[in-house]
């Protein structure tokens, strides 16, 4: 059974950092395309960064400069590195798998609160 655990959430001020971790079993980790989805309340999820097995990366554009997403495929776990932090950050934030030659994110994470406050 694929999972992904999500960790690193809480509540930080405008302007800090938070590091978000995503550890994944049960799949081909190194093969997989990872992302980092948001939502927040009464809005649609986001895409936020995604990873391919081979370490190319895409960042919606409200992020771009400031979050770095990046895999260590020996622990099978998707960071997130977030600074510079606005109240527009605030968000749940999920961890996703697309398996090789899949078009789509299967396996999906519980999420991970991320609160930035004025």
């Known amino acids: 059974q694929a999972q992904l655990v999500e960790s690193g959430g809480g509540l930080v001020q405008a302007g800090g950092s938070l590091r978000l971790s995503c550890a994944a079993s049960g799949l081909t980790f190194s093969s997989s395309r990872m992302g980092w989805f948001r939502q927040a309340p009464e809005k649609e999820r986001e895409l936020v960064a995604t990873i391919s097995s081979g370490g190319s990366t895409d960042y919606a554009d409200s992020v771009k400069g400031r979050f770095t997403i990046s895999r260590d495929n020996a622990k099978n776990t998707v960071y997130l590195q977030m600074n510079n932090l606005t109240p527009e950050d605030t968000a749940t934030y999920y961890c996703?798998?697309?398996?090789?030659?899949?078009?789509?994110?299967?396996?999906w994470g519980q999420g991970t609160q991320v609160t930035v406050s004025s």
């Open positions: 996703a798998a697309r398996r090789r030659l899949s078009q789509m994110y299967s396996v």
